[in-house]
């Protein structure tokens, strides 16, 4: 176990700093075992908080399990990302047309912008799946986002699978 938390430690985490609540070990560990006990993408998140306790003994969680948001975003940054969250799925399907941040927010029900935006918005960006209206300016009152054409290819794969 040791050998493989050294190995990866010495991978470059692409996240970006600000805001970060898990180290990319504890993100890795955490999913790798629940793949190990059965679980798809959706289901990593609860088998982490259901072991959490367990977990806690040998990771870093002093926020509790990461988030199937958290998982999802930390393999797509490294390109291996093999799901798309439901979230990500609705602002993909929204987003046929620019659409403002808060529109893209009403499906899922979430009300804090910066982690929507950190969490959904971020790994779409940085995986050219979506793309700003106003790239100049990420935070201009005239920002809209549009699924780019990989996007809606992506979008119509995760549909039929």
């Known amino acids: 176990m040791e050998r493989f938390a050294e190995s990866l430690r010495e991978l470059k985490d ?19 075992m ?9 289901a990593m998140a609860v088998w982490s ?3 959490e306790e367990w977990l ?3 990771l870093d969680m002093p926020h ?17 990302m093999s799901a798309l969250s439901r979230d990500q799925v609705e602002v ?11 529109e893209l927010m ?5 009300t804090d ?12 960006l940085d995986a050219g799946l979506l793309a700003m209206t106003v790239p100049d300016k990420p935070r201009s009152p005239k920002q809209r986002y549009q699924a780019t054409a990989a996007g809606l290819a992506t979008l119509q794969a995760a549909r039929r699978s």
């Open 64 to 80: 509790g399990g990461p988030s199937q948001d958290v998982i999802l975003s930390v393999f797509a940054s490294l390109g291996t």
């Open 14 to 32: 692409p996240r970006r700093k600000q805001g970060l609540r898990y180290s990319l070990e504890t993100v890795f560990v955490s999913a790798l």
């Open 56 to 58: 806690d003994t040998f």
């Open 92 to 102: 993909l399907e929204l987003a046929d047309v620019p659409r403002a941040l808060a």
């Open 106 to 110: 009403v499906p899922s029900g979430r």
């Open 34 to 42: 629940a793949m190990i006990a059965g679980c798809d993408a959706e």
């Open 113 to 124: 912008r910066t982690k929507f935006r950190d969490q959904i918005i971020a790994p779409l």
């Open 49 to 51: 908080g259901a072991n």
